[in-house]
């Protein structure tokens, strides 16, 4: 079994800095895409940034210049750096993974941290 843990939400003032990170557990052979998507209240769950194996990266146009995704492969973690924050970035954010294990190959989920960002 594969679990993904997320952690280093909270609260932050507007204009400050988190850092989330994402680390992948278990039978683990490789793993393919990671990325980060949020959820605010009343909203979708949207993309906010990707990075594939080779470091290819994508971002939702609401944080590029912002926002910088990063991953460390022999720890299968990926990282969410996140600067200049606002209101509007308030969610929970979810960490996302195409895993490969010694059984499957198939997408995960990490239980979601909040990230609240007062004004």
């Known amino acids: 079994q594969v679990q993904l843990v997320e952690s280093g939400g909270g609260l932050v003032q507007a204009g400050g800095s988190l850092r989330l990170s994402c680390a992948a557990s278990g039978r683990i052979i490789s793993i393919n895409r990671m990325g980060w998507y949020r959820q605010a209240p009343g909203k979708q769950r949207e993309l906010v940034a990707v990075?594939?194996?080779?470091?290819?990266?994508n971002y939702a146009d609401s944080v590029k210049g912002r926002f910088t995704i990063s991953r460390d492969n022999p720890k299968n973690t990926v990282y969410l750096q996140m600067n200049s924050l606002n209101s509007e970035d308030t969610a929970v954010y979810y960490c996302n993974a195409d895993v490969r294990s010694i059984i499957s190959v198939r997408n995960y989920w990490g239980q979601g941290t909040q990230v609240t960002v007062s004004s």
């Open positions: 990075i594939a194996l080779d470091g290819n990266t």
